[in-house]
DNA sequence: CTAGAACCTGACGCTGACGTTAGAGGCAAG
DNA sequence: CTTGCCTCTAACGTCAGCGTCAGGTTCTAG
């Protein structure tokens, strides 16, 4: 498919999908005319792609890390690599839920009509 | 306490104190020559303000935030915020572990000899 | 009173993941 | 062959959260 198709089916922009593969992310093969064709696969590739920034990895941390989910091969540069990415997102998914459980208690406390909090309307506090 | 000694203190930068006051999300008192002074408290609501540009949230976001957080005043539209941004912090909750346990997958493999999996030394590598 | 540390207000710089525009070329249909 | 949609490269624009520099002021220790 060419990379117009990839986009829709993989819910990203034909621009991102350059730039993936300007930062060596992505493959493709290319026509006489020098336009991208992608294999079947790639939707999945992208959707990998997709997840990992999501994450907050770096388009250099993902490409360290992409072989090694690929191939199953790792140095111990990057398993340290490895290491110390899985830390940084437990240590953020532990920060996460830590705001989580604030504004669980902020919720709690406008929900609650015993809590003293005061809920205003917008008209009212217009008025 | 002057803007130096809070940077310290809450561990962020000079500059980021200001940018925060210029957001509108901290607050300060003026000597008669323009200096600003913090009460006790400044410390806490920097380390607030941080965790929650650490979870991802805008400035905008936050100085929406801030009042309901503060004085457990709210209206439906910033209830109506606060759901999105905890249903948000949730759902990317859920992509990092995702994530982590993926990540924690290659790692087992790296790690199991029995796996199949290949581990390639750098010097032998570079051999 | 004076040195120097800390502070002030602009205002430009930086980074990363793209958005956007410009101008030119590829490609299937009629 | 040409219409029209898709694609190409190249390059500048954007946005947020600051970093950093310039040029000037304030505060405090001696």
Known sequence: MR??????????????????????????????GGQRH?????????????????AGLSSKTILDLLPCVDAKVTTPQSRAMLDGERDRIDAQITRLIEVRDRLDAVIALSLSPASGCTTVDAVTAAA
């Open 38 to 54: 992608y294999g079947d696969m790639a939707a999945d590739r992208v959707h990998l792609i997709q997840m990992l920034y999501g």
């Open 3 to 32: 990379i117009g198709e990839l986009a829709t089916r993989a819910g990203v922009s034909v621009r991102a999908l350059r730039y993936y593969e300007e930062q060596g992310l992505l493959t493709s093969t290319r026509s006489n």
